[in-house]
Nanobody, 126 residues
Framework: QVRLVESGGGSVQAGGSLRLSCAASGYSDSNYCIGWFRQAPGKEREGVAVIGSDGRTTYVDSVKGRFTISKDNAKNTLYLQMNSLKPDDTGMYYC????????????????????WGRGTQVTVSS
């Protein structure tokens, strides 16, 4: 049973930093996509950053240069380092994953992912 558990959310002022973590368990496949998604109140959930089992990353334009996604395979943990946070970054942040065929690709679309964590709240005040 795949399980994803997020942590690290909190409240910060604009310009501050947070690091989110996602502990993954139950995964045995070697080809997968895993990433971070967020949902602000009244808005649709959107992809923020994803990383494939090959290490390739994709970011939404609004976070490029500020956020960094990484994974520690030994610890089965995904991270999102968020710097220069803005009030628009406020939302519930979710970790999600999907197994893909060898040679497959990772995208930011939420519909691509079929395993989700429960989320961690990030609030950025101005």
């Amino acid at each position: 049973q795949v399980r994803l558990v997020e942590s690290g959310g909190g409240s910060v002022q604009a310009g501050g930093s947070l690091r989110l973590s996602c502990a993954a368990s139950g995964y045995s496949d070697s080809n997968y996509c895993i990433g971070w998604f967020r949902q602000a109140p009244g808005k649709e959930r959107e992809g923020v950053a994803v990383i494939g089992s090959d290490g390739r990353t994709t970011y939404v334009d609004s976070v490029k240069g500020r956020f960094t996604i990484s994974k520690d395979n030994a610890k089965n943990t995904l991270y999102l380092q968020m710097n220069s946070l803005k009030p628009d970054d406020t939302g519930m942040y979710y970790c999600a994953a999907v197994v893909i065929p060898r040679g497959g690709y990772c995208i930011l679309g939420t519909w691509w992912y079929n395993r989700w964590g429960r989320g961690t709240q990030v609030t950025v005040s101005s």
